[in-house]
């Protein structure tokens, strides 16, 4: 058994049902949501929570602090464990900054114990993904250093592609204009995204209709897929299971994917995407 632990934040909207399976810990971020600061996870609440959305309710979003990490991260030193944090991507979040300080702080404090802390470039179960596999590679037998390199090189490969359904998010958290919106939503338009090499949203195309974009999706495993057949892939959604698995079996029947694991995303990341996201995370050639 490996004497570190590995601990992730709720940014990687693995469900807590998953990260007690995987033996993994999790730092929380915040979401203000009806007066209210709530920690941030993926449970079986998360489905109300787009319930309220579609309802017309909005909800804001922090990032964990260096006390957040701390107080998960400090348990685990103590148990005379090594740590490997895998964070929110630095391209859209200050949490992983928070992670690094709160490292700084711990190795002080515990000089004899192990500490790294990597910048996933990831978000939501893009990173949940990455962590997934890291977790089969250490209880393969790696120690901390050879899964530190694993996890570096790998999260290159980490593709993250998506689709929302109501470009109202995107333009309240500024990712498209308000006429841009407003035109998108008239013709039916979905925008096709994904997160670039340094962790950031970028739209890439445009699909006319629920279906074409989701087929998109598809498309771009087809392209980009380069670990066999049997390589697992990741969907998440914001509360469209009925879209979820139409993608499973889009990629099932073009790439031969055997394993594909669906999961809501998160409430944080669903704040500023909204109901309807769809998303599809594989390892490929490149991102």
């Known amino acids: 058994m490996a004497n570190y632990q ?9 469900p807590v049902s998953e990260l007690t399976r995987l033996d993994v810990k999790m730092a929380s971020l915040s979401l203000l949501f009806r007066g209210q600061t709530l920690e941030d996870s993926v449970t079986d609440d998360t489905k109300e929570f787009y319930a309220a959305m579609r309802a017309g309710e909005a909800a804001s979003t922090s990032a964990i602090n260096p006390e ?3 107080r998960v991260m400090e348990p685990e030193l103590q148990a005379g464990k090594d740590l490997l944090v ?9 949490t992983y900054q928070s992670a690094m300080i709160a490292a700084d702080e711990l190795r002080e404090k515990y000089p004899q114990r192990q500490i790294r802390v990597v910048d996933s470039l990831c978000a939501s179960l893009g990173g949940g993904l990455l962590v997934w596999h890291a977790c089969r590679k250490r209880d393969a037998g790696m120690d901390l250093e050879e899964l530190t390199a694993w996890v570096e090189t790998n999260k290159w490969h980490l593709c993250h ?56 999706l598809a498309q771009q495993m087809e392209k980009l897929s380069a670990f066999g057949e049997n390589e697992a892939a990741f969907i998440c959604h914001g509360d469209c299971l009925e879209d979820a698995n139409y ?41």
Not at 86 to 94: K, N, V, Y
Not at 263 to 287: D, M
């Open 6 to 14: 590995i601990i992730v934040d709720s940014g990687s909207d693995l």
């Open 68 to 70: 957040g990490w701390t």
């Open 86 to 94: 895998i964070a929110f991507s630095s391209g859209l979040s200050t």
């Open 161 to 216: 592609w998506f689709t929302v359904d109501d470009l109202k998010y995107l333009k309240r958290g500024g990712r498209i204009s308000a006429a841009t919106a407003l035109l998108g939503t008239m013709l039916n338009i979905k925008p096709v995204l994904h997160v670039d090499d340094e962790g950031h949203l970028v739209s890439v195309s445009k699909s006319r209709g629920r279906k074409a974009s989701i087929e998109a």
């Open 247 to 287: 993608l499973a079996r889009q990629i099932k029947e073009r790439c031969g994917v055997k394993q594909v694991f669906i999961g809501y995303t998160g409430a944080v990341i669903g704040a500023h995407s909204g109901p309807g996201t769809l998303a599809l995370f594989f390892l490929g050639k490149h991102r």
